[in-house]
């Protein structure tokens, strides 16, 4: 059985404020929204599953709770009767912290919300100033409370490379996210659009993006912190599209297409070397990492660039990578051999 999302799209239209690094339009690749469609899409995608998949229609691009009550209600009306039909099993919202109260969440309940993805970019109060979010972190600690224990599924969505944010602060956003009880994380980079203030502090020398290592570095610390709580982490990096590669759109900033697979590779990377420490190496030995099957590829890393940091850093002659039975995913297995 597969879990199928169908996004409906609502540009902006919910956002109380213009964070720093936000070009809402650039990133959904949406301008207006047009409520007379929200049938079509759901129809047209709906004739692309089969009864055994799991479908949830899922308002994205904006913050969903803000938007005009009338508007919001009208949306979810349109999505519950497919989930009265039975041709859909529940629906999920994007939202802002300081858009959730008791009362939203009682009118999302009703229509069947089970998902709510929250933005809780950062949990640091200076980095949130910079951003220019609109909000505090008491208003996320107080948002995921009333989400959890409204008996909803939380989705953290954080950033990196924010303005003043260090890895320490990231770190600690994941913690937050971790310790509010959410289910799910999102980890989103930083990166400048054009039309942005953020690409305005960018050109003065104001704000200085992460390279594209860097992000791969910070995910991979952030990801190890989700990994060791249990919190899957449902997306790494912005989705590909070609507004985020186009130049008019684009500034700067890590938007390599294959980010997420980068950030695996680092974290593989710090796994290895962690457990290397329990074994004394030498010029001439091999050594041998042991992997789940299918994450080979993740674990050498884009050509091969794990094989070469490791054996450098360790002082070998040779690092081998090998598919195990029996190995769980982000564990590794390590053999010291001549």
Known sequence: MRHINIPIFIPHLGCPNQCVFCN???????????????????????????????????????????????LMVELLEIAYSYIKEGRVKSVRCSTRPD???????????????????????SSSDRVLALSQRGHTFEDERRACKLIVEGGFTLVGQMMIGLPGSSLEDE????????????????????????????????????????????????SAEVLLCFLRAGVPVIRLGLCASENLSDKETYFAGPNHPALGELAYSALYRKIILEEAKKF??????????????????????????????????????????????????????IEQGK
């Open 280 to 333: 004394r190496f030498k010029n001439n030995d091999i050594l041998k990492v042991r992997v789940a099957k299918g994450e080979l590829s993740k674990a050498i890393g884009q050509r091969k660039r794990n094989k070469t940091l490791i054996k450098e850093i360790l002082g070998v002659s040779r690092v081998d990578f090998l598919e195990s039975d029996g190995i769980k995913t982000f564990s590794v297995n």
């Open 171 to 218: 770190i600690r956003t994941a913690e937050f996210i971790v310790s509010s009880g959410a289910d799910f994380a999102r980890i989103y980079p930083t990166v400048v659009f054009r039309d942005t203030e953020l690409c305005s502090m960018a050109e003065c020398g104001e704000y200085m993006p992460l390279t594209e290592d860097e992000a791969a570095e910070r």
């Open 99 to 121: 858009y959730i109260s008791e009362e939203i969440l009682d009118i999302l309940g009703r229509y069947g919300v089970k998902v709510i993805e929250l933005g809780l970019q």
């Open 24 to 70: 809402q339009r650039t990133i959904s690749g949406t301008v207006d929204f047009d409520i007379s469609r929200v049938r079509d899409i759901i129809e047209d995608s709906l004739s692309t599953v089969s009864p055994d998949d799991e479908v949830e229609i899922a308002f994205f691009g904006g913050s969903f709770t803000g938007i005009d009550r009338s």
